[in-house]
């Protein structure tokens, strides 16, 4: 075959350059599995003044998209520029070309993917993105092939490096959140802005996209219930682990039961979680990934990995141009139905509220060291059914005016219910600070 | 699209029936995510006494694989018979009629795979197989897409769930291993004859196959060294766990370096290995497997799942006749190349030999309580370059005749002079029993 898949490229920062690295470096495997070589037409930068001759030849590159979305000659346009516009206007413009898309932007596909997919559909053009979701663990293939004949029922995961690179600096060297947030900005972890990738975020975009696989509902990220890790202290790690367990930042997406079969609600949360130390989650360390995938005929299925990083991301963004490429060749652009995705074939699903979930705790209270205390605080606990499995109370230091720790697992309970209890105990005479509460849960 | 995709099964036993029972069960969704139904217009079944009414219609029923094999109609064989024959002239016969073909069948793809991929590709059919590595585990599809733009440098998993069972109970009961075998064959995990799982062919078998993809060489069983796991002793699980390791029986791929920069040969082994507790091969337990896959871009990267058993074996499949089918309704059979797994396009490449392995070991040595002992077995680790890092004698019981236990940890040590030392000590007097050799790996 004499054919040639021709791409353009938008965006040339970390992951850009990465992926014009393996394009050049794996030429020839590439050309002998995708059945054709990848010619990269041209190569969309922002800036400038910054040098890419190593990658990139003079006549490659440019900084006008109009070169590549305006190109008739290039058949798949990478966008890995980021962000909601205008990488967005471009994606739209290129399906409306009929030029299949690679993306790694999750912002853009948890917002308006289902638009999106839609357009891809009437254009019987690809858009694939398995780099927009956990870098190089091939999550996206898995949910959208592997598991094309199951049904999802959860999918539990740790979706965001940054986040878990400071928590597990704050476990292990006992740091507290700041000091682990500057090491991961001097390691080139974190943004020199992390607020997405710390308040969970990133986490939503990208349980938006898995979930919307995982169960073909269509969903937004304002159906997650958020919670980030900017308030987790150096003291509660080390609480978590008198208890055997350690606190992740956990992305939940599961299908809850309905009356008479029915599919109920999803319940779909990030947030951090105190995990047993024994759970695989639990040793997924650093920068590392995984998702931890439940289907009804699988069973549990878990896969771990770098969810970022340029090589990671950049590697696959390459396999997804080889399998865009693939349908190219053959005249098979569209194979796999956009049905899991598009708006046009997925209805709405109702979301749990935030209150309405039902869960375990930790809960952890400073007090002073006064008598009576601590028989108001399980008081308030009673009054609002939150049963106690487990309380600890700390020795107290002979003379010292510091407050003393009082910390509570709880069995399962409304969290419309610990929300009330941790406001009323804060009314209470002897507390010393406000309390803490984290969700435990079992992963 | 008024097109049915139209599938006979060849083989009904529990993969066939939970084929059946997903095809049945999920049919509305399938039909969704696939683009059209699918229709099963033949099972030919071996025994005609069981029933299968539950599954199978008896107009679908039948006894004589020409029913499927010889029907112009039949779009896709799934072949789950098993076994080299007569499955291997079926598959053949399948591919000639330009049928394409799913199957679970390991042991013959091992063997024949690269003529069967050779004959697929001449007919323009696919020939897909995800069900025959690791049951539900999609390793299959993410060695031949996710990873179509990386290189594997090494992959090292845990495919066989029998022996992993087996070697979990012996860990954790302290089970001899005649009695965990049994318990395995009560919990349905082992065959009546459970040789091929338990002596490492069926992992050697799935190694073939995995190291086929992901090194692109043309490999067969008999390359890879394989050593089981019916020597090992509840003592040996003791004397692990007192270095902070347990035991598994590890499928291992690497492509070792050559002179400068070539490729040198591949090293292709299974065994069973101490691995540290801390590695996340080693809370792999029970009937789960685990692949672990390094890229030269990727990095690390595990899959964990269940390997064996009906549902998830029989969700593979169904994925795999959705893939097939996405392939006819798009005619873009064959969109995968066969380049990666076909004989026509494939080298044979050099396997290292086992004696010139180079690792380190676990001794374990049965002395009788004489003096000078312990001097001549260092004296005989000396003399063969076997460096030793850790050793440990356990403490005599006064009066006791029973033999001494010394255990030694090796640093690296090439595995001819270990054998060399091994039958060199079994010569010494005052050696109460066989010594026993078990790998150590880092994993």
Known sequence: MDRVIRVGLLGCGVVGTGTLQILRDNAASLTRRLGAPIEVRKVVAKDRDKPRHDVVRPEQLSFDPEDVLGDPEVDIVVELAGGLEPAGSWVRRALKADKSVVTANKFLLAEHGHELFGLAEDHGVDLYFEAAVCGGIPVIRV????????SVLALRGIVNGTSNFILTRMQQDGLDYSVALAQAQEAGYAEADPSLDVNGGDASHKLTILATLAFGAKLVPSDVAVEGIEHLTALDMKMAARFGRVVKLLATGRSLPGWDGAPGPLDLRVHPALIPTTSPLASVSGALNAVHIEGERLGPCLLTGYGAGAMPTAMSVVSDLVDVGRNLLTHASGRVPQRAVSSAHLARRAVQAPTAHVGRYYLRFPILDRPGVLARIVGVLG??????????????????????QVVVLTHAARDGNIRSTISEVQRLSGIAAPPVAIRLEEA
């Open 143 to 150: 949910l959208r092939e592997a598991l094309a004949s199951d």
């Open 383 to 404: 009054a609002f059914d939150v049963p106690i499995e487990h309380m600890l109370q700390e020795s107290r230091t002979p003379g010292s005016k510091e407050p003393v």
